[in-house]
């Protein structure tokens, strides 16, 4: 019979029992364990296992005559799809600002099942990015022209909302350091600790973009929204505003919910590790129950502008107003301000050395 080998937590180097302390001793390190301590760990990793499983969703159905005054639009530059009501009248694509055609009715299409309605309007919208571009003289002119701004426009941009209950199992490894002298050394002791953490948590709405052409982290920049707030969809929320079709499906989008419920999860475990000088996480399982999957339609007032062969998009939150977006600088303008300052300076000394020497 082969005979079980334990490894040290510290090192993991293989321990010993050592007859004179009755403890675990780790031969490389040093290290003394209590038996039984030691043992339940060892039992603890070895049943560890890290599983998330999602319950699929299941599309809901259109109900008749709800999808004989959408249309959809076709973009022939970014090849997006836009979904609108038929009195619409979209003359450019929100995501790169070319001309978008009507391409028909819409069909092959799920149908969400929560919208977020708009709770911001075009005017706060315009002020946001008014307020986001003011002051700064090293933006391209393009950025701040009223026709480009007069623009943008209101999507409802498609999520796949997750909600879970996570029953969480994490292991950090955290060490403690002390450092004294006397008349003749320095000392240091360092302690570590194997500490576990085990509880339950519930997430709700965890959102992820189903969007390809709108960039996640401008997404996730936006958050959050309050998907409290958020109502069965009906067709009549999407009049005057423009809709996108989702372009991944839940489970494309799985994997990033993942992530992020696993982050948030060590996260909020790892705040409750204090007093340590140093934590560090060895091991996270998560374990899903009661998971459901929602398509829903998330408010957000888009603004696209192309500069210098790039895209750059603007995003403001429809519900709550928070504004993103990245601005370039104009490199021209940037080289004629330092050539004004350069003659400013260069005249100021030329000054400052021609009346000294008077």
Known sequence: MALKEYKCPN???????????????CPYCDSEFDVAALQSLQETIACEKDEVEWASHDDAEWSEGEQEGMRVYSCNTCAGEIITEESTAASSCPYCGNPVIMKGQLSGCAKPDLIIPFQTDKKAATESLLKHVSGKRLLPKCFKSSKRIN?????????????????????????????????????????????????AMAFDSVPVDASAKMPDDLMESIEPFDAKKAVEFQTAYLAGYLADKFDFCEKHCIERANERIRASTEEAFRRTVTGYTKVTPEYRGVYLRKSVVKYALLPVWVLSTTWRDKTYIFAMNGQTGKFVGDLPTDWGIFWK????????IAAILYAIVHFAGA
């Not at 090192?11 to 001793?25: I, L, P, S």
């Open 337 to 344: 301000w330092f050539g004004i300052l350069t003659v400013i």
């Open 151 to 199: 623009e943008i426009k209101g999507m409802y941009v498609p999520f796949w909302l997750f909600d879970a209950d996570v029953d969480a199992n994490m292991r950090f490894r955290a060490t403690t350091v002390r450092k004294w002298s006397d008349s003749r050394f320095h000392y240091t002791e360092t302690r570590t600790f194997s500490v576990i953490r085990q509880g």
């Open 11 to 25: 090192c993991d180097g293989a321990v010993t029992f050592d007859a004179n302390t009755q403890q675990m001793k």
